[in-house]
Each structure stands twice: as structure tokens, then as C-alpha cells.
């Protein structure tokens, strides 16, 4: 069985551009990013199907010629998934651009404390209420 090494590659730069735009700021970025690795993934999935065949008709086609129709099925599952997920993240974009003038994705406030007490090695408020104020070695001797 020979794969087409051209559509492989075309899969694979699809994929690495689609993962380097999703890890930007942008709403914008992160929805092209997110086409372009869907593209990617369909193409794979066409790649895996392996060999083009006649159409997958009972008595109309011999068994021996037939395409596999389960990647073509997820093939267009992919693509219905790919333009809702456009749809929703397209109104994100649009309801940020209204509030912001932008669309970038803000920090959250309680993403910045937890980055502040990981990089001065504390616990959070919420750590110390579920463990009673003990370190994690305490509680684990304890439960032994």
C-alpha cells in the first residue's frame, strides 16, 4: 500500500500551523487555527482510509473494489463539528470586539493569584480550608 507523501505533508504543515495559531491570543488567530487543523485531521483521516474505491453499493460494485465509507462518514461528522465550533467562536470574537474593541482572551484574576503563589511557593486560601492548614506531607502521614 503507498500513501501519497505530498498529502501527509500538506496534513502535517496543516496541523502545525493550526496548533501555533491556537496558542495566540487572538479569538481570530484561534478560529483560523482551528480550521486549519480540522482540514488537517480530515485529510488524515482520508490518508488512513487508504485506497479510492467504487462506491460501497451492495450488487453494484464487487466487495473487492468498494471504498471504506467509515472515514468519508467522519470525514463530514468533522466538518458539521468544524462549523459550529466556527460559529460559536465567531460570536465569542464578535461580543469581545463590542466589549473590548479587541479580540484577545484577557488573564483570568484568579489565574494571576495562582501563578503569584506558585512563583512564591504559597498555598492558596482555598488549599489551606480543604486540608486544614497542613502541608501535604502532614496529611499523608496522617492518612497511613
Not at 451492495?58 to 463530514?76: N, S
Not at 512563583?119 to 482555598?126: I, K, R, V
Request: hydrophobic letters at 50%; charged letters at 20%; proline letters at 2%.
Amino acid at each position: 500500500m503507498s500513501t501519497n507523501v505530498s498529502l501527509i505533508l500538506t496534513a502535517s504543515a496543516l496541523i502545525g500551523c493550526g496548533v501555533y495559531l491556537i496558542l495566540e491570543r487572538s479569538l481570530t488567530r484561534v478560529l483560523a487555527g482551528l480550521l486549519l487543523m480540522g482540514n488537517g485531521v480530515s485529510i488524515l483521516f482520508l490518508i488512513a482510509g487508504g485506497r479510492a474505491g467504487d462506491a460501497p453499493i451492495e450488487g453494484k460494485t464487487d466487495v473487492a473494489d468498494m471504498a471504506d465509507p467509515l472515514p468519508q462518514a467522519l470525514v463530514l461528522t468533522a466538518i458539521v463539528i468544524a462549523l459550529a465550533t466556527t460559529a460559536f467562536l465567531l460570536a465569542m470574537a464578535y461580543r469581545s470586539w463590542q466589549l473590548n474593541a479587541n479580540d484577545d482572551v484577557q488573564d483570568d484574576v484568579e489565574d494571576a493569584s495562582i501563578r503569584r503563589l506558585a512563583a512564591a511557593d504559597e498555598a492558596s486560601d482555598s488549599h489551606d480550608l480543604a486540608t486544614g492548614g497542613q502541608d501535604d506531607d502532614e496529611v499523608t502521614e496522617e492518612g497511613a
